[in-house]
């Protein structure tokens, strides 16, 4: 039975009861005060949040003829640090945003977190958070002397009513995101911390194999590419690992997290896990929101997002591909499939990796030894409390055909 650790959630069991109606707090939106304003949107939010999906929209009709700018940006800026207390990164929100709400409250908690990363210094800031908010160009846009929900509703085209929807439909989902491990110090709390990634032109090199093995409609060309990818960054750990050798890091390992794109997550997250073992890291798949959370040094953790990301494509691709019968366009086979392609390469990556260390010095062995050992430290520290599930599988053609898939996109030494 293939299995993987499961993230263990605190969520509020759903009881088939229809949620409070109790009145919505319009006089306090009503009277002009800051801090009251922000804490009536926040109130609706929360009814919100709790599944009462007409709060929001009651609300606004009642108080759509007044300006609650001010209270909205100041409900925002605690909300906003509630959930980055709570663990969530930037990219975490976003792909959270992505899936449960619409576009126009995803851009405007895009401004809210670079809003909040504007009272700090950059040298407190982390350098993966700051990364996270590059890549979403997360950046101060508007002048901050002013609200910003109103600028946001200009350049957005929005009207003061659609503006406020957006936003409160924004802050509720902020509402309900669970507590999280907290794998990144938080803006202002710690030193700017150097990240060790796998070098440009290593990178570069893995990257552009990989891409080749995704676009090409040959298998054995597909998997010479693969492979060649897979032994280039497995002898870079390895010449890194005796490298370093005398050196030690009291920082726990890294730990970073990787969304999944639905449908399937449950196989495609067992893909990553046995990718991650591969290259010595551990992985714990969170299934109500959809990620999976991997924990071992940097260098590590660019190969596993760089090779499942890859293996996802193909894996996808091949399954597509295969779907020529009516029952290989079921769900059931289709989940069948990616499982056994999650199994199958990670037996495939497995033998490479014992390949390839099997080639390496004798002093490489207590190494590897030590470096287990943090990492399953570091592993038990982020998540003291985890349950394996497994994975049903109801379709023998499915594993069958994705098994077959497996071996012609393996990663081994040439």
Known sequence: MNRIALAKQNRRRRTGRTPTTAGLPVDAALSGDPAQVADAIATVAFLAAQGDRNAIVRFVDQVKDA??????QLAGQRIIARAFDFGWLPTDVHQAARRRVDEFATAYLTDLMAEHRADFPTESVDEIWQ?????LDATVWWTRAHPHLRQWADRALLTAEEALTAAMSALALLIQLPKLEQITPLPGTHRRTTHQHVDEK???RVRGLLAKAESTSFAEEAETLSAKAQE???KYAIDRAL???EL??????AARRIWLETPYTDAKALLIDMVTRANRARAIFVADWGFVTIVGDDPDLDAVEILATSLLVQATRAMIDNATTEDSRSRHYRKAFLTAYATRIGELLTEATEATIADAPPQLLPVLASHRQRVDKAFDTYFPTVRSRGITIRSAEGWTAGTEAADQAHFGSN
Do not use: C
């Open 67 to 72: 300006d609650l700018s001010a209270g909205v």
């Open 131 to 135: 990364s996270q908010l590059t890549e």
């Open 202 to 204: 290593t990178l570069g």
């Open 232 to 234: 280039l960054m497995t």
């Open 243 to 245: 490298l370093h050798t």
């Open 248 to 253: 030690t890091d009291p920082d726990l390992p």
